[in-house]
């Protein structure tokens, strides 16, 4: 069953975690602001959003570790890469876009730059790992 | 909050996290007594998310309630979650994932502090 961990044993088992923290945090951030106010800044918060699903999708991937999962979770990992380049570029060069920030704002600079460093390390995870006979 | 309680909570989850990057380091699987860190720390965690509860309930002045029940709420699951994902991988991984629970830890009860205060 080696093949079929893979994905979620060694450096995996820590990306799954950190995933997790992000997927539960970003979670709650966009519920609040979508629940409590949401016509304030409503692509920020619909921005949160979607990237507390990329996280939720990303981690629930890494996690299961099929050879299907695998797909998804390179396409959510490369989809979560591309938010945080556009949001933080966006972010810094027109900061009235963003009123309210979200957790790809500034490059994640509110969570220690995680954001940008995390899916680099997803995609060198999910692309460093050759296919097993099981994979 | 009891801001002294809290900060020493947050100076153990920061000594168990550091432990577990040691551990990571040195290649070591999670080890007895560090889990049984993680146990008493869960223990005051759990008393820390009651005695708070029980202070909104008795009506409390928080700017936002449902932040500060979010954070409890998590401030009691992340460490447990932590331990059983983290000792099932047997190398030093399992240590970093117990190290990231405590950060995270140690992350939410000075939210928790900031959120109560204002």
């Known amino acids: ?135 | 909050m009891i801001d002294v309680v809290a900060w020493v909570l947050v100076a153990a989850c920061l000594a168990l996290a550091l432990w577990g990057v040691v551990g990571a380091v040195r290649a070591a699987r999670p080890a007895g007594p560090q889990l049984l860190g993680m146990a008493v720390l869960e223990v005051a965690l759990l008393v820390q998310a009651v005695v708070a509860g029980v202070r909104l309930v008795g009506g409390a002045d928080v700017p936002s309630t449902g932040t500060v029940v979010a954070y409890l709420v998590v401030s009691v699951i992340v460490l447990p979650a932590g331990a059983l994902w983290g000792i099932a991988d047997r190398s030093r991984w399992g240590n970093g994932v117990i190290a990231v629970s405590c950060l995270t830890a140690a992350v939410l009860v000075v939210r928790l502090v900031q959120v109560w205060g204002g």
């Open chain 1, 1 to 135: 069953m080696a093949e079929a961990r893979s994905l979620r044993s060694g450096p995996g088992r820590l990306l799954v975690a950190v995933y997790a923290v992000f997927a539960v945090s970003a979670c709650f951030r966009a519920s609040f602001q979508l629940v409590t106010e949401l016509g304030r800044a409503p692509l920020a918060y619909l921005l949160s959003a979607f990237a507390a699903a990329v996280y939720v999708v990303a981690t629930v991937a890494l996690a299961r570790s099929t050879p299907r999962s695998r797909s998804v979770a390179i396409t959510a990992v490369s989809v979560e890469l591309a938010g945080v380049l556009v949001v933080g570029t966006v972010s810094v060069l027109m900061p009235a876009a963003f009123p309210d920030a979200t957790v790809w704002s500034v490059f994640g600079r509110g969570y220690g730059f995680v954001p940008l460093v995390l899916p680099v390390l997803g995609l060198w995870w999910l692309l460093g790992r050759r296919r097993g006979p099981s994979d």
